[in-house]
């Protein structure tokens, strides 16, 4: 059963606006969560994290949120960019586990 | 440069024939992964290792074997591979376990194909 779900496979945006990128979890012992970036043909690059202990998490143009009342986070980039055209994946894990839950990745497509 | 290699990149076999995919990262991390991605399915995760000669099934691992020796290297064999095995690979380590805050650092992947 999937722990972490991104329910939209795709998502446009113009340049310059923001995106805004949604993920759900159903366990409530997650307590760390994290944003992950793919370009084809390459890895998942790392681009920002959030624990529990915060509801929000700011990195330059990437922002992340947390409610954990709703078991949900986003990932807000403003402005966004042509080079942000990527998949994304939200990932989870718990205090006492030793393993990392993916979502089944939104693709982001910034149009110029 | 800190990274996780992964060898081969690009892989076809039958089926049946054993291989090995090796993994190794220079960042001296304790914890090692490896996922398998499907389109629709996200990242599943194989097998996780938490320290040398330390391992552990993730959610798919049937049909997959694997060890850690050695910190820097986390190869994945797979004694009798099957077609549904075709996938792209993706090996990954962090610097303690998933629950301490240390983001996982990916390889660049190895697409296989078992016909």
């Known amino acids: 059963d999937q722990q972490v779900k991104q329910n939209s496979p795709s998502l446009s945006v113009q340049e310059g606006r923001i995106s805004i990128l949604n993920c759900d979890y159903t366990?409530?012992?997650?307590?760390?969560f994290l944003w992950y970036k793919k370009y084809p043909a390459e890895g998942p690059t790392f681009l920002i994290s959030?624990?529990?202990?915060?509801d929000k998490n700011e990195d330059g143009r990437f922002t992340v949120f947390l409610n954990k009342s709703a078991k949900h986070l986003s990932l807000h980039i403003v402005p966004s960019q042509p080079g942000d055209s990527a998949v994304y994946f939200c990932a989870a894990s718990g205090r006492t586990g030793n393993q990392f839950y993916f979502g089944t990745g939104t693709s982001l497509t910034v149009i110029p | 440069e800190a990274q996780v290699t992964q060898n081969p990149r690009y892989l076809i076999t039958v089926t049946g024939k054993k291989l090995t995919v090796t993994c190794s990262q220079n960042m001296n991390h304790e914890y090692m992964s490896w996922y398998r991605q499907d389109p629709g399915l996200g990242l599943r995760q194989i097998y996780y290792s938490m320290n040398v000669e330390v391992t552990d099934k993730g959610d798919v691992p049937e049909g997959y074997k694997v060890s850690r020796k050695e910190k820097r290297n986390f190869p994945l064999i797979l004694e009798s591979p099957s077609p549904n095995q075709t996938s792209l690979y993706f090996c990954?380590?962090?610097?303690?376990?998933?629950?301490?805050?240390?983001?996982?650092?990916f390889g660049n992947g190895t697409r296989l194909t078992v016909t």
């Open positions: 959030i624990s529990s202990i915060k």
């Open positions: 366990n409530s012992m997650f307590d760390y």
């Open positions: 990954a380590s962090s610097l303690s376990f998933a629950g301490a805050n240390s983001p996982l650092h």
